[in-house]
């Protein structure tokens, strides 16, 4: 069975400081990685996701993560984070030659302190 | 366009009593995806349909929990005889073929409190 581990439940930093979100999953098959972004009040929407190829992926609000298929490991990172990156980030993984349903982490709240 | 949009946004029942919770996807998606997230959790599936049919119900927990999507297009995900545990806020989501690398679009959820 695959599992998604976010390894942080809270993360606190201020702005403008840099944040790794980490992400560990386990699975036997191959899986696709992605993570969303909760912001308060609104639903859930793709931060970005890893399919194949260049092991570093870029997302939306400058986001990026890097996949590191030794470590099982899709950590997200930006270097300067803003106020208004307060939310709930969860990572997910769906199974290769499977339906598309997400397996998701526990989520990581990030909060920006000014 | 319009996104993924779900009714009503909160629900407030009695253990014992029938609840359904209606989903109405994007146009012209074809995968619509039903989660539980209970409070402090990430989203568990629940089930997929891709069409009118139920492809995967793998995450039902047990048989209080029925979903139909009878035409294709808007679900409704029905709870019988509702338990306190049941209390959680229910994600629809859709994609535009169900493939594992396709992005799924996220509604803002039912929260549902069962007294």
């Known amino acids: 069975a695959q599992s998604v581990t976010q390894l942080d439940s809270q993360v606190p930093v201020f702005e403008e400081a840099p944040v790794e979100l980490r992400c560990n999953y386990s699975s036997s098959v191959s899986v696709y990685l992605f993570w969303y972004v909760q912001y308060p009040n609104q639903g859930l929407q793709l931060l970005l996701k890893?399919?194949?190829?260049?092991?570093l992926v870029k997302g939306i609000n400058g986001f990026e993560a890097e996949f590191n298929k030794s470590q099982t490991s899709f950590h997200l990172r930006k270097p300067s984070v803003h106020i208004s990156d307060t939310a709930e980030y969860f990572c997910?993984?769906?199974?290769?030659?499977?339906?598309?349903?997400?397996?998701f982490g526990q989520g990581t709240t990030l909060q920006v302190k000014p | 366009g319009a996104g993924v949009s779900q009714t009503p946004s909160n629900k407030v029942t009695e253990k014992g009593k029938y609840v359904e919770l209606r989903c109405d996807p994007i146009s012209g998606h074809t995968a619509l995806y039903w989660y539980r997230q209970s409070l402090g959790q990430g989203p568990e599936f629940l089930i997929y349909?891709?069409?009118?049919?139920?492809?995967?119900d793998s995450g039902l927990p047990n048989d209080r929990f029925f979903a139909v999507r009878p035409e294709g297009s808007v679900s409704t995900l029905k709870i019988q005889r509702t338990e306190r545990g049941d209390s959680a806020v229910y994600l629809c989501?859709?994609?535009?073929?169900?493939?594992?690398?396709?992005?799924?679009?996220f509604g803002p959820g039912t929260r549902l409190t069962v007294l």
């Open positions: 890893y399919l194949s190829g260049s092991t």
């Open positions: 989501a859709s994609s535009l073929t169900g493939s594992q690398v396709d992005e799924q679009f």
């Open positions: 349909f891709q069409g009118t049919g139920a492809a995967d």
């Open positions: 997910a993984v769906t199974v290769s030659g499977n339906t598309g349903k997400l397996i």
